[in-house]
């Protein structure tokens, strides 16, 4: 298993830039938005139920 934590702190503070959430950041596809805001948007998007 692999924890690699400092990924997260690469750049400082990240946080969802939508509603400012810290925790729960997708940051896969650099779109620095939580899972929350991700499902919101991924319908918008295009997106099936992201799970
Ligand atoms: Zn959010």
């Given at each position: 298993?692999?924890?690699?934590k400092?990924?997260?702190?690469?750049r400082?503070?990240?946080?969802?830039?939508?509603?400012?959430?810290?925790?729960?950041?997708?940051?896969?596809?650099?779109?620095?938005?939580?899972?929350?805001?991700?499902?919101?948007?991924?319908e918008?998007?295009?997106?099936?139920?992201?799970?």
């Open positions: 298993m692999q924890q690699d400092s990924r997260f702190k690469n400082g503070n990240r946080k969802c830039k939508i509603c400012g959430n810290v925790r729960g950041l997708i940051s896969m596809y650099g779109m620095g938005v939580c899972r929350k805001c991700f499902r919101e948007r991924a918008k998007f295009g997106f099936k139920k992201y799970s």
